[in-house]
């Protein structure tokens, strides 16, 4: 059986329990810092001009993808290019030991017993062990993906009958669309924009009053909802003099705080987040996906 072969070779890593524990919000601290560093190191112009080569370079698939899902051939691209940047890293940790050392040191226990049980089945499943390797917390591959993610989610791209998101694109980009979909991907609707906020403006008036089960400190920095007209009508409007369709529902972000950068938010937004609950995260990934496209 895979559990008794894989069991003997379990030590417990004190590195991933370090790492565990010094993550943001493990701790007290409230500050939230400046967006503008994050989005330097995540949107810079390397990685901008890998994405464009990549999204030339994968079109062919990228269309496929996009008419069967939806989603935008640029989002994929930026998913790929911030997980990895572009496969360059997809890590080193032994996921199974990671997983195993997680679930035993108990903070998460549920959390990481489950994802190891789903690494073995991964393994039952034709997975080789040398495959599993990822980041501390058990992300994988190109997209990384946590196995349960990766037994519910990946796709062969393909047509060769796996689902390689180590070494395949076709197969990287369909799970990537193939995750999309399941968190709710609303097809030609975009993620957001960059909007001017008016001096003056009543804040008050469209504080989000409702507090969130998930991520609560990532949704508390969110207005309430209101259509893109409504917006508009409050004096919010975009600073590309983007056209929006102005029935769109669309919730306000100020990372920064009044008088920086602002975006309106739709509802592929929270999807992006979906995939990863951080603002900054969200956001680059949004910037990112733009710039590659342009």
Not at 190 to 203: E, I, S, T, Y
Request: hydrophobic content about 40%; charged content about 20%.
């Amino acid at each position: 059986r895979t559990a008794d072969a894989v069991f003997p070779t379990l030590t417990l890593n004190p590195r991933v329990i370090e790492l565990d524990r010094a993550q943001p919000g493990a701790t007290n601290s409230s500050a939230i810092p400046a967006f503008a560093p994050y989005r330097t190191q995540h949107v810079d112009a390397a990685r901008i001009a890998r994405g464009r080569q990549t999204y030339q370079a994968q079109r062919y698939r990228l269309q496929r993808i996009e008419q069967q899902t939806g989603v935008p051939e640029s989002v994929m691209v930026a998913i790929w290019g911030h997980e990895t940047n572009y496969g360059s890293y997809t890590g080193d940790f032994d996921l199974l030991r990671s997983l195993a050392s997680l679930a035993y040191e108990g903070r998460r226990r549920s959390l990481f017993a489950g994802e190891f049980i789903a690494g073995l089945k991964m393994l039952d499943r034709g997975v080789t062990r040398s495959q599993l390797k990822g980041s501390w917390a058990g992300a994988m591959g190109n997209p990384q993906f946590l196995p349960s993610i990766y037994l519910r989610i990946a796709r062969d791209g393909d047509g060769d009958g796996r689902a390689d998101i180590w070494n395949s694109p076709a197969d990287t980009l369909a799970s990537i669309g193939n995750y999309f979909v399941d968190a709710g991907w609303r097809a030609g609707q975009p993620w957001g924009v960059a909007v001017n906020v008016p001096a003056g403006f009543d804040r008050s008036q469209v504080r989000n009053r409702l507090v969130s089960p998930r991520c609560p400190r990532v949704f508390e920095r969110h207005s309430g909802w209101r259509t893109i007209a409504e917006w508009r009508a409050l004096g919010v409007s975009p600073q590309s003099g983007r056209s929006l369709d102005g029935s769109v529902m669309a919730t306000l972000l100020e990372p920064d705080g009044p008088g920086a950068t602002a975006y309106l938010l739709t509802s592929n937004y929270r999807v992006i987040l979906d995939y990863n609950c951080s603002n900054f995260y969200a956001l680059s990934v949004g910037l990112l996906a733009d710039a590659v496209e342009r």
